[in-house]
T-cell receptor, first 113, second 111 residues
Framework: AQSVTQLDSQVPVFEEAPVELRCNYS??????LFWYVQYPNQGLQLLLK??????LVKGINGFEAEFNKSQTSFHLRKPSVHISDTAEYFC???????????FGTGTRLQVTL | DTGVSQDPRHKITKRGQNVTFRCDPI?????LYWYRQTLGQGPEFLTY????????KSRLLSDRFSAERPKGSFSTLEIQRTEQGDSAMYLC?????????FGPGTRLLVL
């Protein structure tokens, strides 16, 4: 069975500071990895994904993530955050044989001036 | 590409009533998923269709829940005899390959 752990439930950060949101997964088979963002009372928007190939993936809004197979991690980073990045961020995993996504519990990113 | 749409966006009902939600996927996507998200949690998988065939159901999907996708296009999720514990955001997603795209969700409140 696959699972996802998001180690931080909340991350407060000042505007223009860098941020890293941590995600670790467990799976016995190869995986596809995703980060989604959710703004209040809205659905999930895809930020970026790792399917294969380069372990550093770039997404929308200046976010990037690095797939680390040995550490089973897929941490999300942004070098300089903006107030508008305040939202809930979800890491998700899907194995090649399964169709469903398994999500972490989410990290609330709170950006302040 | 108009994205995944869901209707209604909000639903308030009394305990014991039946409710039905609709999801319209992205037009060329043959896979459709339903998830449930409770406050402070990540979405949890409920069920999955490939075209009109329902291929997987979670144990979360009790016998009060039923989902259909009659012509392989839109899907409906019905909850019979609603309970307060059914209060949640119900999310629909569609995909053609590995990546799922989500709709805005239907927020259900059972009083």
């Amino acid at each position: 069975a696959q699972s996802v752990t998001q180690l931080d439930s909340q991350v407060p950060v000042f505007e223009e500071a860098p941020v890293e949101l941590r995600c670790n997964y467990s799976s016995s088979v190869s995986v596809y990895l995703f980060w989604y963002v959710q703004y209040p009372n809205q659905g999930l928007q895809l930020l970026l994904k790792y399917l294969s190939g380069s372990t550093l993936v770039k997404g929308i809004n200046g976010f990037e993530a690095e797939f680390n197979k040995s550490q089973t991690s897929f941490h999300l980073r942004k070098p300089s955050v903006h107030i508008s990045d305040t939202a809930e961020y979800f890491c998700a995993v899907r194995t090649g044989t399964a169709s469903k996504l398994t999500f972490g519990t989410g990290t609330r990113l709170q950006v302040t001036l | 590409d108009t994205g995944v749409s869901q209707d209604p966006r909000h639903k308030i009902t009394k305990r014991g009533q039946n409710v039905t939600f609709r999801c319209d996927p992205i037009s060329e996507h043959n896979r459709l998923y339903w998830y449930r998200q409770t406050l402070g949690q990540g979405p949890e998988f409920l069920t999955y269709f490939q075209n009109e065939a329902q291929l997987e159901k979670s144990r979360l999907l009790s016998d009060r829940f039923s989902a259909e996708r009659p012509k392989g296009s839109f899907s409906t999720l019905e909850i019979q005899r609603t309970e307060q514990g059914d209060s949640a955001m119900y999310l629909c997603a569609s995909s053609q390959k590995e990546t799922q795209y989500f709709g805005p969700g239907t927020r259900l409140l059972v009083l």
